[in-house]
């Protein structure tokens, strides 16, 4: 979910190569969800707006350039640079002042209801 709030924002957040925080995310819980982080990921190759491609290059970023090892690597980074900043968006959202079950539901229902307002339904 991370990477797509970040996408429908237009939002990527660097590494922070300074940081001496490290946090590790194990492979059972990435094997897990491997076939819907990679639909993920093609949607993001697809919906990006920071290169300025035409839709037949987007196409091929999101689905033919897996085999292509710089280009895979330059479009895992972007995939990257949107999941850092949708964990870091979603940290602060629900981190402030939450405390008690109720207050992180809580926090969940205003996120929603924020992107229901950004992103209305035609």
């Known amino acids: 979910m991370a990477p797509l709030i970040e996408t429908a924002y237009n939002r990527t957040t660097d590494e922070d190569k300074d940081s001496s925080d490290s946090y590790t995310i194990f492979g059972d819980a990435i094997i897990g969800q491997q076939e819907y982080l990679d639909a993920v990921f093609r949607l993001i190759m697809l919906a990006d707006k920071s290169d300025k491609l035409n839709s037949d290059e987007k196409i091929a970023r999101a689905f ?13 980074e972007l995939f990257h640079q949107y999941l850092r900043g949708g964990i870091e968006w979603l940290y602060q959202q629900t981190s402030e002042s939450a ?10 229902d205003a996120i929603v209801s924020q992107y229901i307002q950004d992103f209305p339904r035609s």
């Open 99 to 108: 405390t008690t079950k109720e207050d992180y539901l809580a926090k969940v």
């Open 64 to 76: 033919k350039e897996d085999e292509i090892s710089d280009k895979d690597n330059q479009n895992l």
